[in-house]
Each structure stands twice: as C-alpha cells, then as structure tokens.
C-alpha cells in the first residue's frame, strides 16, 4: 500500500469520525435593545454579558444583539410574544402594568452609586417584590437602577419656581407625581425623542439622567443642568427573557448563567449607568454646560413632596399583602451592605 493510500484512508476515516461525533448545539439568546450604538447598554452590557456566559457555559450559549426591533415601550412585548428572546425594559414605560417597581425611584437626597443601588435592588426584589408576579410571563434575570435624574432645560433655572408652567419630557413613575408637584407639564417621551423634541420647542427641558446629555445628545439641546444629590428621582430597569427560550436551556446551562446573572448582572447595569454618567457630564462640560445645584429651600420642598408621594404609592400598593415601608427600609438599608463589596469593574472587558 504506497503512501497516498495511506492518506486517502486516514481522511476517509476521520471523517467518519467526525460524521459519528455529534456536535454540540449552540443556543443562541437574540436580544433587543434600544438607545443607539454608543450607548453602555450597547458597548459595555450586552458584551460583557456575553463574555460570561459563553465562559460559564463553555460556548453552548451566546448572545446575539439586534437593534431597531421597536421603540423603548414596546419592549416588553416584544419579549412576551417571542420576537425577541430578552431585551432591557423601563417599568415607567407601562403605566398601570408596574407600581412596586417605583420603589428605589423616590429620592433619597443622598449620593450613592448605581452600581451599590441596582445590586440593593435587585435583592429587594428577590425578597419583596416577586411576590407581585407584576414581571407575569417573563423571566426576571437583573435589575437595574438609572443614575440620578436631574432637570435640564433650554433657559437657565436656578429655582424650582423658575420651572412653573415649563413642559419637561418625563417617562412615567415618580417623575409623573414629581412634575405635578413642581407645577410643570409632564410630556411622555421615551428617552430616544428627547433631543428631537427638544430642538423643535416641543418641550422646554426634560428629567433625565446625566448619562442623557451624551447618549440622546441633550446636552446640545438642553445646556443648563438642575441637580439635587441622589437625584430628583432614580428610574427602575429590569432585563427580562422569554420564559420559553429560557425552559430550552438545560438545565446545567440555566444554573451557569444564572450564576453570572441576578446580582452580577444588576450589578454591571448599574456600573454602566455610573460610567455612563460620567462621561455624560465631561461631554456636556466640554460643550460649555451648566450645572447648578437646587437651594437648601427647594431641597425642603422636595423632601415634603417625596414623603407625600411615598404615602400615596404605599397606599395604592398595600392592598396586595405586600408591605410596602417594610420594602422601602429593606432597600434602604441594603444600600449600605452592597456598598461594603467590590466594585464589579475588574470583571468588566468591554468599556
């Protein structure tokens, strides 16, 4: 037998080895998002995610982003009825749907980072708010807690009696009963229709986050910068799969990226909302902004109107055997135990 039948047998046999070898199937999760290609959820989220779980589950699941699948709102759905396997949703974006999730949103007039505040959250959630099932049809894999909101504004406002009769973009949750309260007309846009709005005199400034004046461009729009430590209110995320494409994970997969999901993903959602910030804030310094920060009177102000709407959300909210002051203090004083332990950002590759 000369050499080359030597070959042709070895190949042939190879390849049979290989036809009798089963490969392993990789599922992929298709996730939508939203809030444009620089955006952390984008360039920071979505890929770190990815990275652990592929190592969690050596390879047999991966992630794959699409964008454009609908706006903000619609997300939610979009998850629930198969189009996407899991997105990032704003439980503001759904009126009447979410009511316990306005818990972390009330202000606190304190700084504390979002990183600290998502991971107290996301525990909160575990052990007072699944109860609800307001999440119903969905599988609950973080939450998340935006940077402090503040109010931004075409004219300079150094008071909040300057913002009287001001239409201001807001997303819904606190930011409803707090527009009310400062007597400006609350318009609902999601974050996205900000700058658009904006620039057409449609609105006059908005509550957002810091994060905004870079990501939705704001802070060209917008140049003058209302501030309160912790913010005028904070705003509830969740990241959510559909519970059919979670059930055909095995099971070992499922406790693999349940592993590197819960806290440590809520976690990461909260250190991009902290980076995010950040370079929110040197953008809008560098394009000549103004920040000023609310008087000792308007803080006494909205301390009243904080404590009236935290009255009104544990009313409507204490009838479904859930007790919300007991939430509200859990969530509290978890801010403390997760602000002991290590900032997430040495397990974060992609920045």
């Known amino acids: 037998m000369n050499k080359i039948t030597h070959l ?26 939203w809030g444009g290609p620089n955006h952390g959820i984008n360039t920071i989220v979505w890929p770190t995610w990815k990275s652990w779980i592929e190592e969690a589950t050596d390879g047999r699941v991966t992630l794959q982003v699409t964008e454009g699948l609908g706006p903000p709102p619609s997300q939610m759905a979009l998850v629930a009825d198969g189009v996407a396997d899991a997105s990032w949703i704003f439980h503001g974006h759904m009126a009447g749907r979410f009511k316990l999730t306005q818990l972390p949103e009330f202000p606190t007039f304190e700084a504390f ?16 708010l699944a109860q609800a099932r307001e999440h119903r049809g969905l599988e609950v894999m973080a939450m998340g807690i935006h940077g402090p909101g503040q109010i ?47 620039s057409q005199g449609v609105i006059d400034g908005a509550m957002l986050t810091l994060e905004s004046l870079r990501s939705f461009r704001l802070a060209e729009v917008s140049p003058y910068t209302l501030t309160v430590d912790g913010g005028f209110y904070r705003g509830s995320f969740a990241i959510v799969m559909n519970p059919t494409v979670w059930d055909r994970v095995s099971a070992a997969d499922r406790k693999a990226i349940e592993a590197v999901s819960g806290e440590r993903l809520s976690r990461l959602f909260g250190y991009m909302m902290d980076v995010s910030d950040r370079r929110g804030v040197e953008f809008a310094k560098q394009q000549g902004n103004t920040f000023t920060q609310a008087d000792e009177k308007d803080i006494a102000m909205l301390r009243e109107v904080s404590d009236r709407l935290i009255a009104d959300w544990a009313k409507a909210v204490g009838s479904q055997g859930f007790d919300p002051q007991e939430a509200l203090q859990y969530f509290r004083q978890r801010l403390a135990v997760e602000a002991g332990k290590d900032s997430i950002d040495a397990l974060v590759d992609a920045i």
Do not use: C
């Open 152 to 198: 931004f504004t075409s004219k300079k406002i150094e008071t909040l009696d300057q913002l009287s009769g001001n239409r201001l973009r807001i997303g819904g949750g606190v930011m409803s009963g707090l527009a009310n309260a400062i007597n400006v007309t609350g318009v609902a846009l999601p974050p996205t229709g900000a700058y658009e709005a904006a």
């Open 113 to 128: 980072s979002s990183e600290v505040a998502s991971a107290a959250y996301w525990h909160t959630h575990q052990e007072h």
């Open 8 to 33: 042709m047998i070895g190949a042939v046999a190879s390849a049979s080895l290989m036809l009798a070898t089963p490969a392993v199937a990789q599922t992929t999760i298709n996730v939508s998002s």
